[in-house]
């Protein structure tokens, strides 16, 4: 609440302009501040039915929070904080503003929509369409829904329990969840065959990229099997990492995650191997700060060519060379050039590739992106949306978000045209 | 979307969209302005006060004074605005074009005359221009024209004379606003009833000097190197206005509805209102600080109150805690109790411990090394000083304690 009263209650909110989803923090914290409570979490929740998880997890420092006028005279309101407050407190006095009668539910009239994958894009797709009365199926290939947040981001920075609540009041709507049902390439027209009068596609990026052509081997796991099993609460994370020197390729969000994933999993030391420099990361600026402190270590400017193995196979270590920062590429980033002859090896007992997903090859789109208008989600193929990290690309969960509900407004008004 | 509920309230026989509504003031100065407030969701107008073309108004200038405290702004807020400086045609031409363009909107006009002759022409003029109602200003306490504003609500003949003299002009319902610049605001009322009033709106703005410019000596605001006693309103005066809408609301004699005024921001403060015994609530500082949008909270707060309790109509909340308004020598003294401490969530600021020492039973000791207080229960008052600076919410509460509970006298000295 103290924070709330730092808010500048700006005319015209630019923070609102900057939030992917629309989520509109320039109404919410308003409401809160004028002691509309109910209110202000009927704001995130209308907008963003992952608002509780977007507050958690956005990168807000490049979003809302980047526009806030009070960093014009102070520091930013911390948008995201507030925003997860209000979605918990929701939780604490049981207000669930989607459902429990405070909703006009229009008839199931409108039909019935397939959503497959039911990650942040694929969540946020089910809800807006069936609060607007369609009957909604969400297929998903794992054994519970919430994609990345269920089983990518750690833990430690999402619990299952908040994920599972924020799940809930989508529940609640009547979705229909089908989990541990993959749909095959030919999956999307099927569906349409069967009756659903439009389908949804919010698969998001699920096979690692490889950084040394494939070459794996005893010792090396890919960045999406290490969180997967993490999540599952699978034993092997644990037994890979405990006790020995780990090293972790990539300099993202995700080797952010893996890095600090392996500390708590006991690993004795853990390097962050990135071939350019500290502010060239993509991983947020916190998240790297918090990995620093925690005690990670940042092996910049050093390129990992290969796996150094013992006499018996296992892994010895991961050969690097330094690099330096040469004129800029195509990104607009410095270079960085392989230093010629400065080549060593990183002694490691284990090492966690994370340089990047993309789509699966046995999939609805076998290792391509789908293209889809960024505005509507509509794909070539009439009837057929997609939207996140499909389309996109690796990206963000508030983006997801953002296209899962674009995508329904698209497929209610296709549904309305039918009707009228 | 928020399932409807129905916030429409009758005011002396008025039917009201909702009981929001803009008090007189600059937040009410134009149909421009109040068609925009219509739009956000306001259900009402009193327009801002009308006077004769007789004495031309000119506002000083600068004409407000917010006041801070702390870091929150506009607590108070501090005027020497006068009534209306626009003439009488335009103000009654712009009434006219509300009630054309939101029919179902109440425009309310306030009007003061300077003379028992003006009272009667301007009652005239603003019913005649379509106002549903009329609301009778005999309340600012910075007019600078003798025998008007809050002069006349202290003098209860003149307030019963003037009341007569519009309601021989009119069969519009109308409403006396009452200067809380008085001992009992029941007298005045009293002859506003016996003049023929059908309501009471209070309060106007409170009597106040806010601030000195510890420079230049001059009170604020600062017209030309002179400041003034003037009007005082914001969320400061909210505990008076809730005085004097409780005392009229337990005054049966008086029986009129009343229209509550004084620092409302939200839902809740509207609310209060309504529960001591307004149906209608008016609004001013609150636009000053932050627009007409905050009707939109009020209403959502407010709906999503009554839909939670299952209350069908504002009317069903009017006056709902008036019965528990009781004189102070009412209250059982028997019963006594003392501050619990909840010190599993204490951050050791020892706040509690200075002030109970310096402003309480000096029931605490202070250990230093834990940095916690530590209560003698048999010294506590009650007086929950300790709980009003303590920064953790609920660590401090109010516990009853047994019939044989007893406690010790304060320390004599010499
Ligand atoms: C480790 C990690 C950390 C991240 N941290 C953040 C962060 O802090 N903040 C942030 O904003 N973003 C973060 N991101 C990015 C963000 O999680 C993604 O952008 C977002 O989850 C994409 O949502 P999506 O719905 O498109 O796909 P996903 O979340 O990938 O969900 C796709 C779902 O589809 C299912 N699926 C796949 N194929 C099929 C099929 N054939 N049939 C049925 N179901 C299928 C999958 O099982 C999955 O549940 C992170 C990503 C990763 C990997
Ligand atoms: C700048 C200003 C001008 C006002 N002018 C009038 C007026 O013309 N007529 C009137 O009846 N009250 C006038 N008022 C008093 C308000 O209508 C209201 O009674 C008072 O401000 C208390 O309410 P609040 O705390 O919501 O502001 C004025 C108040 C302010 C601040
Ligand atoms: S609020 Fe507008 S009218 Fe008033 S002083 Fe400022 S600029 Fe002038």
């Keep these: ?81 507030l925003q997860r407050f209000l979605v918990e407190h929701s939780w604490k006095i049981g207000f669930n503003p989607l459902s429990g009668g405070r909703f006009e539910l229009p008839p199931p009239a409108a039909g019935r929509v397939a959503v497959i994958g039911g990650g942040p894009a694929g969540l946020s797709c089910a809800a807006e369409l069936a609060r ?16 990345v947040l269920r089983y990518g981001v750690p833990g430690f920075r999402l619990s299952t329990e908040f994920l599972k609540k924020e799940l809930e009041d989508v529940k609640a709507l009547g979705v229909t969840f089908k989990t541990s049902r993959a749909v095959g390439p030919g999956g999307p027209r099927g569906l349409l065959k069967k009756g659903f009068r439009a389908v949804f596609v919010g698969i ?38 405990s006790g020995k020197t780990v090293a972790v390729i990539g300099g993202g969000s995700v080797a952010i995650d893996c890095a600090r994933t392996a500390l708590r999993l006991g690993a004795k030391d853990v390097y962050l191997v990135y071939r350019r420099s500290f502010s060239q990361m993509p991983a947020e600026e916190d998240e ?38 040469s004129g800029k590429d195509a990104s607009g980033r410095r270079k960085p050039v392989d230093i010629p002859g400065s080549d060593w090896v990183l002694e490691a007992g284990a090492c966690i590739e994370a340089v990047g997903n993309k789509p699966e090859e046995k999939s609805i789109s076998p290792g391509k992106l789908i293209s889809a208008d960024p505005a509507t989600g509509k794909t070539s193929a009439a009837g057929i949306y997609a939207g996140g990290d499909i389309v996109r690309g690796p990206g963000t ?24 | 979307m928020l399932k409807k509920v129905d916030l429409s309230v009758k005011f002396c026989g008025v039917t009201f969209p909702n009981p929001f509504m803009l008090s007189s003031s600059p937040v009410s100065n134009s149909a421009e302005m109040i068609a925009r407030a219509f739009d956000a969701g306001w259900g009402g107008v009193a327009y801002k006060t009308l006077v004769t073309d007789r004495i031309p108004i000119t506002h000083p200038s600068p004409r407000m004074h917010g006041c801070n405290y702390d870091g929150k702004r506009l607590v108070g807020l501090q005027n020497v605005e006068q ?16 009630k054309k363009h939101y029919p179902k909107h109440i425009v309310m006009a306030s009007i003061m005359g300077f003379s028992n002759r003006e009272w009667a022409d301007l009652a005239k003029a603003a019913t005649d221009a379509g106002s549903d109602m009329l609301e009778l200003n005999f309340s600012c306490p910075h007019m600078a024209v003798e025998g008007s504003g809050a002069k006349v609500g202290q003098a209860n003949d003149l307030v019963r004379k003037f009341t007569e003299t519009a309601r021989n002009v009119t069969k519009l319902p109308l409403v006396a606003k009452l200067t809380p610049n008085v001992t009992d605001m029941n007298e005045p009322a009293m002859a506003a009833k ?90 001013t500082t609150g636009v000053i600080h932050y627009g007409y949008g905050i009707v939109g909270e009020m209403i959502e707060g407010l709906s999503d109150y009554m839909a939670q309790r299952k209350i069908a109509r504002v009317a069903d909340l009017v006056g709902k805690a008036v019965k528990n ?63 009003f600076v303590c920064p953790v919410e609920r660590l401090i509460t109010f516990k009853e304690m047994p019939k044989t509970w007893k406690r010790r006298k304060t320390v004599t000295l010499g």
């Design chain 1, 132 to 147: 607007n009365g369609c009957r909604v199926t969400v297929f998903e290939e794992r054994a519970e829904a919430g994609g």
């Design chain 2, 194 to 283: 016996a003049g023929g009033a059908d309501g009471i709106s209070a309060i106007n703005t409170v009597a106040g000097l806010s601030e000195v410019n510890l420079d230049n000596f001059i009170p604020q605001p600062d017209v030309f190197g002179k400041g003034s006693i003037s009007g005082y309103s914001g969320p400061a005066i909210k505990p008076i206005g809730l005085r004097f809408i409780a005392q009229l609301a337990k005054n049966k004699e008086l029986g009129l509805p009343l229209s509550g005024i004084g620092g409302i921001e939200t839902w809740v403060d509207a609310l209060e209102y309504i529960l001591l015994g307004a149906t209608t609530v008016q609004v």
């Design chain 1, 288 to 325: 790297r700060l918090e990995a620093l402190n925690e005690g990670v270590h940042f092996l910049l400017l050093n390129q990992p060519t290969g796996y150094a193995r013992d006499k018996r196979g296992g892994l010895a270590g991961v050969k690097l060379v330094r690099t330096r920062l």
């Design chain 1, 1 to 81: 609440m103290a924070e709330a009263e730092r808010c500048l209650l700006c005319h015209d909110a630019p923070c609102s302009k900057g939030c992917p989803a629309s989520t509109n923090p320039g109404e919410f914290i308003r409401k809160l501040r004028l002691r509309n409570v109910m209110g202000a979490i009927r704001t995130v929740k209308e907008n963003n039915i992952l608002g509780g998880a977007c507050g958690v997890l956005c990168p807000t420092a490049r979003l809302c929070e980047k526009e806030c006028s009070a960093t014009g005279i102070d520091r930013t309101i911390r948008i995201g904080k």
């Design chain 1, 397 to 420: 969960v508030v983006q997801s978000v953002a296209d899962g509900k674009a995508a329904a407004k698209a497929i209610l008004k296709q549904l309305k045209a039918a009707i009228c």
């Design chain 1, 204 to 241: 998001g990026l699920w096979a690692p990229i490889r950084p040394f052509g494939g070459e794996q081997g005893a010792g090396v796991i890919s960045s999406v099997s290490f969180l997967e099993l993490f999540r599952r609460g699978k034993p092997a994370p644990r037994k890979l990492c």
């Design chain 2, 83 to 98: 009534t209306t400086d626009r003439g009488l045609k335009p103000n009654l031409r712009d009434i006219a074009y509300l």
């Design chain 2, 325 to 387: 308004v009781h004189e102070t020598s009412d209250f059982n003294v028997r019963r006594q109790g003392i501050a619990r401490y909840d010190l599993d969530r204490c951050v050791g600021c020892g706040q509690c411990y200075t002030v109970c020492r310096d402003a309480g039973g000096s029931a605490l000791d202070w250990n230093a090394k834990k940095r916690r207080p530590a209560l003698t229960e048999a010294k506590c008052l009650s007086c929950m000083v300790c709980s």
